[in-house]
């Protein structure tokens, strides 16, 4: 299985300020037919389910704001949010889809300093 | 508007059964695979489990840790996704959301509000 490190487990940061947060995959999630890496992030907030933000490790869903960037290769990926908003508070998880089981991040708590 | 609605959930007792349903609505269920995952009160997100769509012969995979307990099913002409749930231990314990792949590869662009399994006695 391939594991998914996140860190930190939490963050707080001031309004307006950036965010990044690291996610560490154990082993190549390179998907050879695109050249491209096999990782999506999500962003869940209080009870309700993960929504989809990035694919492919930089490529931004439809409707995502564009201070979402994802970014990163090889094992080593980011998910960077350029200027804090409140509703951008959630929990955060990558997500690796280049082979079964599908495996997730920990999650990184963000908050507002 | 895509839209999954799990149903079902419940407390139930360990080495008991339940079956969740996810009705789906908005878009071509039968091209799509689709999946179960889990999330655990304050904790992580698990996957569960998956099943392709019919031009890739309704196929299964599953986590280990829920492997040979649980099975997924789907109806197509319902639009509707099943996971059969047996011998359930109390750390199946868990929100349990169905979702729906991105057509292209397993990363998952909508998904259902969840629906709330207990194993207890």
């Known amino acids: 299985d391939i594991a998914m490190i996140q860190s930190p487990d939490s963050l707080a940061v001031s309004l307006g300020e950036r965010a990044t947060i690291n996610c560490k995959s154990s082993?190549?999630?390179?998907?050879?037919?695109?050249?491209?890496?096999?990782l999506a992030w999500y962003q869940q907030k209080t009870g309700q389910p993960p929504r989809l933000l990035i694919y492919w490790a930089s490529t931004r869903e439809s409707g995502v704001p564009d201070r979402f960037s994802g970014g990163g290769s090889g094992t080593d990926f980011t998910l960077t949010i350029s200027s804090l908003q409140t509703e951008d508070v959630a929990v955060y998880y990558c997500?690796?889809?280049?082979?079964?089981?599908?495996?997730f991040g920990g999650g990184t708590k963000v908050e507002i300093k | 508007e895509v839209q999954l609605v799990e149903s079902g959930g419940d407390l139930v007792q360990p080495g008991g059964s339940l079956r969740l349903s996810c009705a789906a609505s908005?878009?071509?269920?039968?091209?799509?695979?689709l999946d179960w995952f889990r999330q655990t009160p304050g904790k992580g997100l698990e996957w569960v489990g998956r099943i392709r769509n019919k031009a890739d012969g309704y196929t299964t995979g599953y986590a280990a840790s829920v492997k040979g307990r649980f099975t997924i099913s789907r109806d197509d002409a319902k639009n509707s996704l099943y996971l059969q749930m047996n011998s359930l231990k109390i750390e199946d314990t868990a929100v349990y959301y169905c979702?729906?792949?991105?057509?292209?590869?397993?990363?998952?662009?909508?998904w259902g509000q969840g629906t709330l399994v207990t194993v207890s006695s």
């Open positions: 908005g878009f071509t269920f039968s091209d799509h695979y």
């Open positions: 082993q190549s999630i390179l998907y050879s037919s695109n050249n491209k890496n096999s």
């Open positions: 979702a729906k792949d991105s057509g292209v590869r397993p990363y998952f662009d909508s």
């Open positions: 997500q690796q889809y280049n082979s079964l089981p599908l495996t």
